[in-house]
């Protein structure tokens, strides 16, 4: 089945630590997003890119990287430097190109700091 | 940016139709609204986008009003498994990436049996 897979479910990061969350998708789709999502809050946009080896920052990027090497995968790299990791992030995709197209999202990654 | 506003929750009888209601007064011309709903613990779910006419799909209809500055969804027959958090959404002016959507704090949508 094509989808987006978000691996691990559950991740936990000790202080100081950098942890990566992966994002696959089999959609072929061009465009992929990473929000973070707080409790009882919305989604907020912390990178995208809109092809391979190409990203733009989102509304909250600090303390977080990505890569996009491969058009099927864009992992997020939550560093040492984000001092308030704790919450649900989500991956989507979308075809790419056109600006009124629909979202598909992952299953998301409940990240919790020890 | 186009900001909307809900209500934050709302209850529904099963079987019954679901009206959620959603104000987007500063909506430009050429800005689609999406809806969106989330289950707990999941990734948000696609349910619709218009721009001016209504819209019907399998899940849902989409009832703009002619000046644009508010919308409805509609799920015609709610079940229990459509309890979830409703967003609507607009894409902010200017931008040019679908992924620049503003999510808000939603409906949250409770079905009743």
């Known amino acids: 089945d094509g989808g987006i897979t978000q691996s691990p479910k559950y991740l936990f990061r000790k202080e100081g630590q950098n942890v990566t969350l992966s994002c696959e998708q089999n959609l072929n789709h061009d465009a992929m997003y990473w929000y973070r999502q707080d409790p009882g809050q919305g989604l907020r946009l912390i990178y995208y890119?809109?092809?391979?080896?190409?990203?733009q920052k989102g509304d909250i990027a600090e303390g977080y990287s990505v890569s996009r090497e491969k058009k099927e995968s864009f992992p997020l790299t939550v560093t040492s430097a984000q001092k308030n990791p704790t919450a649900f992030y989500l991956c989507a995709s979308s075809i790419g190109g056109r600006w009124n197209e629909k979202l598909f999202f992952g299953s998301g990654t409940q990240l919790s700091v020890l | 940016d186009a900001k909307t506003t809900q209500p934050p929750s709302m209850d529904c009888a099963e079987g019954r139709a679901a009206n959620l209601p959603c104000n987007h007064s500063?909506?430009?011309?050429?800005?689609?609204v999406y809806w969106y709903r989330q289950i707990h613990s999941q990734g948000p779910q696609y349910i619709i986008h218009?721009?001016?006419n209504n819209e019907t799909n399998e899940m849902a209809s989409l009832i703009i009003t002619e000046d644009r500055k508010s919308s409805t969804l509609i799920l015609p027959h709610a079940t229990l498994r459509d309890t979830a958090v409703y967003y609507c959404i607009v894409r902010p002016p200017g931008s040019s990436n679908t992924g620049k959507l503003i999510f808000g704090q939603g409906t949250t949508l409770q079905v009743k049996p």
């Open positions: 890119s809109q092809i391979v080896n190409d990203f």
């Open positions: 500063t909506i430009s011309g050429n800005e689609y």
């Open positions: 218009g721009l001016k």
